[in-house]
C-alpha cells in the first residue's frame, strides 16, 4: 500500500485482502460483487496506489465476505506519532 496512508487505511486494506483470500475470492469478484469496475479492489491493494475504502465500501464487503465490519479494526486504536497531539478526554458522568 501507498506509504502516504495512514497506518490503519493500511491496516484495514490488509486485512479485507486477508479476508478476501482466506474465502477463495478473488479480487475481481469482490470488485463486482459491490458493485463497483472490475479494477477497484486491486487499485485499493496495489502498493503504488493512494485508493483505500471508505465506510460504505467496509460495510458492504462485510455483507460479502459473510462477516461483521468489525473483523476488519483492530482492538486498539492505532496512532501514528504525526498524531501525538490527540490526548483522552475525561468523560464525567451525569449523577
Known amino acids: 500500500m501507498h506509504e502516504s496512508l495512514d ?3 493500511r491496516y484495514l486494506i490488509k486485512r479485507v485482502k486477508e479476508l478476501r483470500e482466506s474465502k477463495g475470492i478473488t479480487q475481481e469478484e469482490l470488485s463486482l460483487s459491490i458493485g463497483k469496475n472490475i ?16 465506510v460504505i465500501h467496509l ?10 465490519p468489525k473483523e476488519f479494526w483492530p482492538q486498539e486504536a492505532i496512532l501514528e506519532k504525526k498524531y501525538d497531539f490527540i490526548r483522552e478526554i475525561e468523560i464525567k458522568r451525569k449523577s
Do not use: D, R, T
Open 39 to 54: 479494477g477497484f479492489i486491486s487499485q485499493i491493494e496495489a502498493p503504488s496506489k493512494k485508493a483505500k475504502y471508505n
Open 7 to 9: 497506518e490503519i487505511e
Open 59 to 68: 460495510n458492504l464487503i462485510a455483507k460479502v465476505l459473510g462477516c461483521s
